[in-house]
């Protein structure tokens, strides 16, 4: 039996790859802050990662994460120079595509690579390339815009938590109560006076 591969565009979206970048920061103690316009000017990285000791860690370090879709999508990101002007802002930048749109040896070598699968249904991220350092050291008014844009991010994810917890409780009790009423008699008796 011939088994043919689902094309990475039928699967991925910028969603997807970033949840699965979102569990390997995780994974090494860090936190992912989605879509910011905090770090760079004149753009919006998909992804920061905060490393764990972040408050504590000097100098502070910023990792930036670019999701790139396709092929296309990244020739397009490379010609226009999007990936130069986000790593000057930053320590480290990351671009992050789907297993087959882009091979680690087409992108610059002052990049890291992170590839995105899907196995069992999940989508997993590997590290191709680790990003090269550099120093730079950003200003105190970016840092204190990340720490809001950290905390603003967690709350939508606090809430985002409560309302599947209400969800999850409404439908338990409506599977108790339709339960229930299965084991009841369709009629009842009437109350004696």
């Known amino acids: 039996m011939l088994r043919t591969r689902t094309p990475y565009h039928d699967i991925y979206n910028a969603d997807t790859v970033l949840d699965a970048v979102d569990a390997w920061v995780r994974n090494r103690s860090g936190y992912l802050i989605r879509e910011t316009g905090q770090v760079v000017k004149d753009g919006r990285l998909d992804g920061l990662i905060i490393p764990a000791g972040f408050a504590t860690q000097v100098p502070v370090g910023l990792t ?21 002007k986000y790593a000057r802002e930053l320590n480290a930048l990351y671009i992050a595509t789907p297993y087959d749109a882009v091979k680690t ?8 690579h992170l590839i995105v699968s899907v196995r069992r249904d ?5 590290c191709r390339r680790r990003a090269p350092w550099r120093n730079y050291m950003p200003d105190q008014n970016t840092i204190w815009r990340l720490v809001f844009d950290l905390l603003d991010q967690q709350q939508r994810e606090q809430r985002e938590n409560q309302k599947n917890i209400y969800r999850l409780r409404e439908n338990i009790c409506a599977i ?18």
């Open 64 to 84: 930036g994460v670019e999701v790139k879709i396709s092929r296309g999508d990244f020739q397009r990101g490379l010609a226009a120079g999007q990936y130069e």
């Open 105 to 112: 040896s087409g992108v610059p070598k002052e990049y890291g």
């Open 122 to 126: 999940d989508p997993v991220c590997v």
């Open 176 to 193: 108790a109560v339709e339960k229930i009423r299965a084991l009841l008699p369709n009629e009842l008796p009437e109350a004696k006076r």
